[in-house]
C-alpha cells in the first residue's frame, strides 16, 4: 500500500491555483488564492480518499479526473463574482482550478 504525500499534494494544488490566477484572473490573485483554499476545504474529505486510492492503483487516472470534475461545481468562486469578475472567466478558473488538482495529484504520486 502506497502512501500518498496529502500535504505536498495541497502545497502543488496552492502553487498553480496561483499560476492560473496569474493567467485567468491576473487582477484578482488574492481572490482566485481564497477560493481555491475554499475549494479544497470543501473537497478535502473526498480528495484524502480519492488521493489514496489512486495511490494504491484503486483508481485510474481518467477515473480520479472524472470525480474531480465531477465537484466543479463545488468550486463557486464567490470572492471572484464579488470582485465583479465575468461569468467566462469565472468558468476558466474553475476548470483551471480542477486541472491543477487532478495535475497535482498525478506529480504527486
Do not use: H, P, Y
Not at 18 to 28: G, I, L, M, N, R
Not at 43 to 48: G, R
Not at 50 to 70: H, N, P, R, Y
Not at 90 to 98: F, L
Amino acid at each position: 500500500m502506497a502512501t500518498f504525500n496529502f500535504d505536498k499534494f495541497l502545497d502543488a494544488v496552492k502553487s498553480g491555483v496561483v499560476d492560473v490566477a496569474k493567467t485567468e484572473a491576473k487582477d484578482f490573485i488574492e481572490d482566485t488564492k481564497a477560493d481555491g483554499d475554499a475549494f479544497m476545504e470543501e473537497m478535502k474529505k473526498d480528495l484524502l480518499v480519492w488521493t489514496e486510492q489512486l495511490s494504491d492503483g484503486l483508481l485510474t487516472a481518467d477515473e480520479f479526473e472524472f470525480l474531480v470534475k465531477g465537484k466543479k461545481d463545488l468550486a463557486k468562486m464567490e470572492a471572484l463574482m464579488r470582485a465583479g469578475v465575468g461569468a467566462a472567466k469565472v468558468d476558466a478558473v474553475r476548470k483551471g482550478v480542477m486541472k491543477v488538482v487532478v495535475t497535482a495529484a498525478l506529480a504527486t504520486l
